[in-house]
């Protein structure tokens, strides 16, 4: 399937189609792309779970949520589960809560993040924006790989940025002991996320899987991303400066949720804007750099993630 120009002016949140009895998880969904993709998902019928660092302002997120599902939406239900991405430990209490009382997954959408804040690690030692943004979603995705297996149309969506393109992995200072620069380091974690979504992908379809894995990012999009983690004048830049240019949460997560649920899409593929350089716009499919479909890149940084969070996927027997 392909989107044609009229197709790609008139999808919107209002084309997902019906999620009744499909159950998603959306990392980050208290505020911004989280909050959007998970409003748009419950408000076709889905049951999502909303996983936040912060379960206070997850709860708020919640009401404000449900407060406005459309009646006659009686499968639609969201509920808040705590998850630190910063903190493995965390992420593998989330599994084990979800493995207690669900036996399937259909969505999940790797969404959270923290953009250029100043140097710091995460609980395990690990360079934060490379902990949260790619090691703490890499993790969360292998231990719940079984109950996407055992979903339907199941799907795993990662959200990374045009920044990717401009960004490359030193496997040698992924913490930054050495060198650190906010934006560089972020820039390094959307490549790291790409190039996760891609790895993903080959081994999904190697092994025969019926999970698909997915790329998208939101263009420039206005949220608390670019205001809660810089500093300076990163922070003056994106948090004020350019602000004004920059589109909705609505309309940023729409590549994610097209990725997550339109009919035809296929694993591998990367969905963006369609406008000029790629900052706004309706779902597209877009290009990877390079540097995110490179096999043997894909393979280093695998090996180093089973490394740095202990786990390692349980991949079904190739068919």
Known sequence: MTLDASQKQR?????????????????????????????????????????VRDAAKGRRAAADITADITAGRPGACVEVRPLDLADLD??????DTLHADRS???????????????????????ELQFAVNHLGHFALTGLLLDLLAAGRDARVVTVTSVNHRKARLDFDDLNGERTYRP?????RSKLANAVFGQEL???????????????AHPGYTATHLQTSG???LVKMLFGSVLRPLAQHPDAGALPQLYAATAPGVRGGEFIGPDGRGELRGGPTRVLLAPAAVDAATGGRLWE??????????PFPASA
Do not use: C, K
């Open 11 to 51: 999808w919107t949140a209002g084309q997902v189609p019906d999620q009744t009895g499909r159950v998603s998880v959306v990392t980050g969904a208290n505020s911004g792309l989280g909050l959007a993709t998970a409003r748009a998902l419950a408000h076709r019928g889905g049951h999502v779970i909303l996983a």
């Open 90 to 95: 965390s992420v593998r209490a989330f599994s």
């Open 104 to 126: 399937r997954l259909d969505v999940l959408v790797n969404n959270a993040g923290v953009m250029a804040p100043p140097r710091s690690t995460s609980a395990q030692g690990h």
């Open 183 to 187: 934006m560089t380091f972020y820039d």
């Open 201 to 215: 992908h080959r081994r999904l379809a190697t092994s025969g899987s019926p999970v698909r894995s997915l790329l």
């Open 230 to 232: 810089p500093t300076g």
């Open 304 to 313: 180093v993630s089973e490394r740095s969070t202990g786990v390692r996927f």
